[in-house]
T-cell receptor, first 111, second 113 residues
Framework: QKEVEQNSGPLSVPEGAIASLNCTYS??????FFWYRQYSGKSPELIMS????GDKEDGRFTAQLNKASQYVSLLIRDSQPSDSATYLC???????????FGAGTRLFVKA | DTAVSQTPKYLVTQMGNDKSIKCEQN?????MYWYKQDSKKFLKIMFS???????INETVPNRFSPKSPDKAHLNLHINSLELGDSAVYFC????????????FGQGTRLTVV
């Protein structure tokens, strides 16, 4: 089992729709969870961080965490073509010095 | 005033050569990392340093030798380069505590021919 798993996609949604990205992780002791966005040829940049169960909203983005199910998700509302990128789920391990990334989900938002 | 800077941005070299990539962060962070992103875009941690001390070595071949002269710098030296080393290498830093994200440099695209 991979430590952090994501559907590689591609996920294609029309402009204005909600894009839903999912991630599961194997280390039950993990405490910190992150979503990064990576445009082609660029470095990853942080979109959201979440540390406790439930939802966390920031503008058009909502991160959801369920530690019992070891599941993290990212919702992007009112998707825009500029949201087209690869979204990386990342989990900080129990010891705290290693952030493990999933393989990423490619998102295409069609105008 | 780039937060995490890597040099060079591109590196093309022949098999068997030795090369280095430099990384510097001006964020005052305690922890620095090297990640490798392969052609399938999978971002895999290689090393983690905290206050100049090696914390994590993810079973990377010993041809790869990181060096941290101070907590603001983490360089990566690669000996006897192989075709499979071709990838984008990212340096990153974080404050070091659990609830903080990593900040990435712009990456170094290494091509071994």
């Amino acid at each position: 089992q991979k430590e952090v798993e994501q559907n590689s996609g591609p996920l294609s949604v029309p402009e204005g729709a909600i894009a839903s990205l999912n991630c599961t992780y194997s280390d039950r002791g993990s405490q910190s969870f992150f979503w990064y966005r990576q445009y082609s040829g660029k470095s990853p940049e942080l979109i959201m961080s979440i540390y406790s169960n439930g939802d966390k909203e920031d503008g058009r983005f909502t991160a959801q965490l369920n530690k019992a199910s070891q599941y993290v998700s990212l919702l992007i509302r009112d998707s825009q073509p500029s949201d087209s990128a690869t979204y990386l789920c990342a989990v900080r391990n129990t010891g705290g010095f290693k952030t493990i990334f999933g393989a990423g989900t490619r998102l295409f938002v069609k105008a | 005033d780039t937060a995490v800077s890597q040099t060079p941005k591109y590196l093309v070299t022949q098999m068997g050569n030795d090369k280095s990539i430099k990384c510097e962060q001006n964020l005052g962070h305690d922890t620095m990392y090297w990640y490798k992103q392969d052609s399938k875009k999978f971002l895999k941690i290689m090393f983690s340093y905290n206050n100049k001390e090696l914390i994590i070595n993810e079973t990377v071949p010993n041809r790869f030798s990181p060096k941290s002269p101070d907590k603001a710098h983490l360089n990566l030296h690669i000996n006897s380069l192989e075709l499979g080393d071709s990838a984008v290498y990212f340096c990153a830093s974080s404050p070091g505590s659990l609830n903080t994200e990593a900040f990435f440099g712009q990456g170094t695209r290494l091509t071994v021919v």
